[in-house]
T-cell receptor
Framework: AQSVSQHNHHVILSEAASLELGCNYS??????LFWYVQYPGQHLQLLLKYFSGDPLVKGIKGFEAEFIKSKFSFNLRKPSVQWSDTAEYFCAVNARIKAAGNKLTFGGGTRVLVKP | DTEVTQTPKHLVMGMTNKKSLKCEQHMGHRAMYWYKQKAKKPPELMFV???????INESVPSRFSPECPNSSLLNLHLHALQPEDSALYLC???????????FGPGTRLLVL
């Protein structure tokens, strides 16, 4: 069974600071990895995803993530955060179950608070 | 258009009530999902429907009964719920063979 762990539960930083959120996964098959963001009072939105190819993926709103297979990691980064990046961030891994569909497993989430 | 809609936005029900949650998408997606998200926790998968057939049930209690009447609609029927079932219920959909899931805004359920 797959599992995802996010090391930081809460992160507080100031505007213009750099952000890095850690994510490690455990899964025996081909991985499809995602970062979702949940802004206060809003629904889950896809930030970026990795399926294959270039391990450095770029997403929306200036976010990027790097897939390091040897470390089973998929860390999220943003060079300079804004107050509007205050949200909860979830890393997720997808397991494709033959003929049955996709099973998405989420990490515990990281609450990010950006102070103006 | 990557929109998944859910109704109602909020629902309060007693333990003896029967209610239903509704989810709709018009993206032509053939896989639809129900997740449960407790406060300050990540979403947890409950059910997966593929081509209108239930394909994954994550050992969810029978007081939750999913239904997929057509390729655009997904319902979750609720009966005899417990207060610990209070949570945000999220619906998602994806194209068959494509792993990216698109989420609706959720229904916030309170069981009294």
């Amino acid at each position: 069974a797959q599992s995802v762990s996010q090391h930081n539960h809460h992160v507080i930083l100031s505007e213009a600071a750099s952000l890095e959120l850690g994510c490690n996964y455990s899964y025996g098959g081909t991985v499809n990895l995602f970062w979702y963001v949940q802004y206060p009072g809003q629904h889950l939105q896809l930030l970026l995803k990795y399926f294959s190819g270039d391990p450095l993926v770029k997403g929306i709103k200036g976010f990027e993530a790097e897939f390091i297979k040897s470390k089973f990691s998929f860390n999220l980064r943003k060079p300079s955060v804004q107050w509007s990046d205050t949200a909860e961030y979830f890393c997720a891994v997808n397991a494709r179950i033959k003929a049955a569909g996709n099973k998405l497993t989420f990490g515990g989430g990281t609450r990010v608070l950006v102070k103006p | 258009d990557t929109e998944v809609t859910q109704t109602p936005k909020h629902l309060v029900m007693g333990m003896t009530n029967k209610k239903s949650l509704k989810c709709e998408q018009h993206m032509g997606h053939r896989a639809m999902y129900w997740y449960k998200q407790k406060a300050k926790k990540p979403p947890e998968l409950m059910f997966v429907y593929s081509y209108e057939k239930l394909s994954i049930n994550e050992s969810v209690p029978s007081r939750f009964s999913p239904e997929c009447p057509n390729s655009s609609l997904l319902n979750l029927h609720l009966h005899a719920l417990q207060p610990e079932d209070s949570a945000l219920y999220l619906c998602a959909s994806s194209q068959w063979g494509e792993e990216t899931q698109y989420f609706g805004p959720g229904t916030r359920l309170l069981v009294l």
